[in-house]
Structure formats: C-alpha cells, structure tokens
C-alpha cells in the first residue's frame, strides 16, 4: 500500500498537470462513469493529500476522493495512449492522462462529507510538521495498544504504513511490542519527529531511504538501491546494520513487521 509521502507527492503532481483549464474525466472500465460525469470538463482547482487519502477541489464544488488501498496505482501517461479496460478513472489536459486502476476508493463528495473524512484521522507529518507533535503524543501515551499496531492506526498518525513503521522504531530503539503508554512524552515526541523526517525525505526523493550516511559508511543519496535503503523491512535473517545480529519477523496488526532484538529490546531493556 502506498505510504503518506507517495500520495502527498501525487497530489502535487496533479496539480502542476492539470491545473487551471477544465479536464476531460471518463471511466472507461465503466464502474465510475456516473462520478466521471460529474466532474468532467470541471476545473480543477487543487489536489491534497490527508494521510494516505488524495482530494481534488472542482470549480463546479465536487471533490475527488480517492485511496489507492492495497494495489491502486495513479500513473500518468501521455494523452495519446489509449487507456485499458481496467482504468476507473482517466483524467486528461490537452497532453497528460493521469489513469487511476484497482483503487480501495475513489468517488466524488461533498464538503460535508469531506469534513467526516479527515475527521477520522489522525495528525499527518507532511501536513502539520512540528505544530502535530503535541496532538500525536496525547493520544499515543494514552493507548494500550503495542506500538507496532498503533502507528498503523490512521487515527492516531495519517500516513504511515508498513515500511515506515518497521523503519521509525527501528530508529528509536523501540521494540513493537512495547505499548503506547509506556513510552514517556519525550520519546512520543521523539516518534513524530522521525516520521516528520523520513516522510519529507520521501516526498521530496520519491522513495523510502531511512539508512543514514554513519550507517551506510558514505553520502546517501536517492539513488541509493533499495536493497541498501533500510533497516530492517523485509529484512528478516539478515544482519542488523548496526549491531549484526539476524533482523527478526513478526506479526502486528495483522501485517508481517520486522525488527533488531537486540537495538529495540524494550524500554526497560
């Protein structure tokens, strides 16, 4: 599933492509023509990402609500390559068609019902930077749940995901394990300033690189491979890069996490 830094990025991108001259939208798969009528030859005004949720603002007062979920993609393509048959949504300029396929979401709403959206979650690092990180650790030190399942939670931190979960408790020397309210404010706020970090560096490089220069042994750059860009995801039985002993696999929330037993023992560790 496409993370927090993914669909910010989308959103910007849409907006530089698509902004200010009115847009041919059709569903050519079929399942979204009634939306695609409704917002076609509209203006589009601008796009924003809340967490792992993409908005785009119509002139005609209609917003796009779409999440990618498990295996949607949101590509762009040049206009004149004719979409497939499993394209839900196609959004085309005068030379750019952005196709969307496989989405969890995409439908068109009200502000009412935008409102009700973002109301269900929770602060979003890309959006807010510093200013969430007072929201953030309320309500983690609150919750009895192991971190592992929290920072999952949409409502508790918009945008996280499988990857930056594993990688930011890595970071913090935080077993998954551990439950939100054994953590101290300082190591909360902590948390949030690592996501600030690893999701700004993700949009700004369009992938997930949370290896540092010390740990890597030179300048880490986005060109950096993929098999040299983390810590510990999908990394189970190979050495941890800081301490070599074997990353381990587990499962939180239903979804595969992995981690150093030895560098996130456990606050009392």
Known sequence: MPEGHTIHRLAEDLELDLCGDPVVAISPQGRFSDGAAIIDESTLLRSEAWGKHLFCWWENGSILHVHLGLIGKFRRFDVSQEASETVRLRLESDSVAWQLTGPQTCAVITEEEWEYQISRLGPDPLRLGKRGKKQFAERILKT?????????????????????????????????????????????????????????????????????????????????????????????????????????????????????????EGLNG
């Open 144 to 264: 009895s749940l192991p971190l592992g399942s929290a920072l999952l939670k949409q409502d508790f931190i918009a945008g996280i995901g499988n990857v930056y979960r594993s990688e930011i408790l890595f970071l913090n020397g935080i077993h998954p394990e551990t439950l939100g309210k054994e953590l101290s404010e300082t190591e909360a706020e902590e948390i949030w300033d690592t996501a600030v970090v690893l999701l700004r560096k993700g949009k700004s490089w369009d992938k997930i690189v949370t290896i540092t220069s010390d740990d890597h042994g030179r300048r880490v750059t986005k060109t950096i491979p993929r098999e040299n860009a983390l810590y510990t995801y999908k990394r189970d039985g190979l050495p941890c890069r800081r301490c070599d002993t074997s990353i381990v696999q587990s499962t939180l929330a239903g979804r595969s996490i992995w981690f150093c037993p030895f560098c996130q």
